[in-house]
């Protein structure tokens, strides 16, 4: 009895604490999209921004790591290249973001990012072989649905915003899929945070090098003339530094598409909040949008559990 109730008190535990990281990985995601897009739209200079959010993390990092709170190790040989790739993806993925952000509204953003579950289950059965259960395709498709009609319903919506919106939620299924590959398969032997602050720090000259052409680093000097933005870059930094370790620590715990479901979940949340801080024209059609996604989202949410008792 002791033994069983240890276990079970061992499951509470990681269930609990995969809460706590669901809440601030949630709790990230949605102000760092609402402050990315009030930066963008009074200082446009998007790679000064992300290079200083960038140091942030670095130096979050090694704050904690000189304070004993956590290890981080030296890049070995065949850790460098996986890393590398990772690095890229994600220069790639904030530029889709940041130009996504400064074409089309907050709503229509967090709409198209919706199909990033649909998206990584894909790439999911493609790299990691996973399975797809008709379930999950039904809330996805459901989830999908919503964000086609709200798209249609946006008249403020321009091309190369959704180009862009759409190119930004394949880059991050892809990428979610290949930290999840790196987190549980690639046999790296490194914690969340280690991956997160390396790939930062690989990713740095890259940026520094497309900083270069928006006039870094004199770009500096205008920001600092600016309080507000500087207080809200500053801020984002450490967002910026809790979303990227709390998204790999995610990933060592569950799957690459319940992470993006849980995505569209808080997502919601943003939606509401940014009605309040960027207005933008809502119609009815795209409510019942909105709201057909957030059905998709609880068609996963109550399978799930089912799903995962006929696994076993």
């Given at each position: 009895?002791?033994?069983?109730?240890?276990?079970?008190?061992?499951?509470?535990g990681r269930h609990f604490w995969v809460l706590i990281?669901?809440?601030?990985?949630?709790?990230?995601?949605?102000?760092?999209?609402?402050?990315?897009?009030?930066?963008?739209?009074?200082?446009?200079?998007?790679?000064?921004?992300?290079?200083?959010?960038?140091?942030?993390?670095?130096?979050?990092?090694?704050?904690?790591?000189?304070?004993?709170?956590?290890?981080?190790?030296?890049?070995?040989?065949?850790?460098?290249?996986?890393?590398?790739?990772?690095?890229?993806?994600?220069?790639?993925?904030?530029?889709?973001?940041?130009?996504?952000?400064?074409?089309?509204?907050?709503?229509?953003?967090?709409?198209?990012?919706?199909?990033?579950?649909?998206?990584?289950?894909?790439?999911?059965?493609?790299?990691?072989?996973?399975?797809?259960?008709?379930?999950?395709?039904?809330?996805?498709?459901?989830?999908?649905?919503?964000?086609?009609?709200?798209?249609?319903?946006?008249?403020?919506?321009?091309?190369?915003?959704?180009?862009?919106?759409?190119?930004?939620?394949?880059?991050?299924?892809?990428?979610?899929?290949?930290?999840?590959?790196?987190?549980?398969?690639?046999?790296?032997?490194?914690?969340?945070?280690?991956?997160?602050?390396?790939?930062?720090?690989?990713?740095?000259?890259?940026?520094?090098?497309?900083?270069?052409?928006?006039?870094?680093?004199?770009?500096?000097?205008?920001?600092?003339?600016?309080?507000?933005?500087?207080?809200l870059v500053a801020s984002s930094a450490v967002a910026?530094?809790?979303?990227?370790?709390?998204?790999?620590?995610?990933?060592?715990?569950?799957?690459?598409?319940?992470?993006?479901?849980?995505?569209?979940?808080?997502?919601?949340?943003?939606?509401?909040?940014?009605?309040?801080?960027?207005?933008?024209?809502?119609?009815?059609?795209?409510?019942?949008?909105?709201?057909?996604?957030?059905?998709?989202?609880?068609?996963?949410?109550?399978?799930?559990?089912?799903?995962?008792?006929?696994?076993?």
């Amino acid at each position: 009895m002791s033994a069983g109730k240890d276990i079970g008190n061992v499951g509470k535990g990681r269930h609990f604490w995969v809460l706590i990281l669901f809440l601030g990985h949630a709790s990230c995601s949605v102000f760092l999209i609402l402050v990315n897009k009030t930066i963008s739209m009074s200082f446009p200079f998007a790679w000064t921004v992300v290079a200083l959010q960038n140091t942030g993390t670095i130096l979050c990092s090694t704050f904690l790591h000189l304070y004993g709170k956590v290890i981080l190790r030296q890049l070995k040989p065949h850790q460098v290249l996986p890393l590398l790739i990772d690095a890229i993806l994600l220069v790639v993925v904030l530029l889709s973001s940041f130009k996504a952000l400064e074409e089309v509204s907050v709503p229509l953003y967090v709409v198209i990012r919706n199909t990033v579950p649909f998206l990584t289950a894909v790439c999911e059965r493609v790299a990691l072989k996973k399975p797809m259960d008709m379930m999950l395709i039904l809330a996805l498709l459901i989830t999908f649905l919503g964000t086609v009609l709200y798209s249609v319903t946006d008249f403020t919506i321009r091309y190369n915003g959704a180009i862009y919106a759409i190119s930004n939620a394949v880059l991050v299924a892809g990428m979610c899929t290949y930290e999840r590959y790196l987190m549980t398969s690639a046999n790296l032997g490194m914690s969340a945070i280690d991956i997160n602050f390396h790939r930062v720090v690989l990713s740095m000259p890259m940026i520094f090098a497309l900083g270069y052409f928006e006039g870094f680093p004199g770009t500096l000097l205008d920001l600092a003339a600016r309080r507000y933005e500087a207080a809200l870059v500053a801020s984002s930094a450490v967002a910026a530094f809790g979303i990227g370790t709390l998204l790999l620590a995610l990933q060592g715990e569950v799957s690459a598409t319940t992470i993006q479901v849980a995505n569209v979940a808080y997502k919601c949340a943003t939606t509401v909040v940014s009605r309040l801080t960027h207005p933008s024209e809502l119609t009815v059609a795209g409510v019942i949008g909105y709201c057909i996604c957030t059905s998709g989202v609880l068609t996963y949410t109550l399978t799930r559990g089912r799903a995962a008792k006929k696994d076993k």
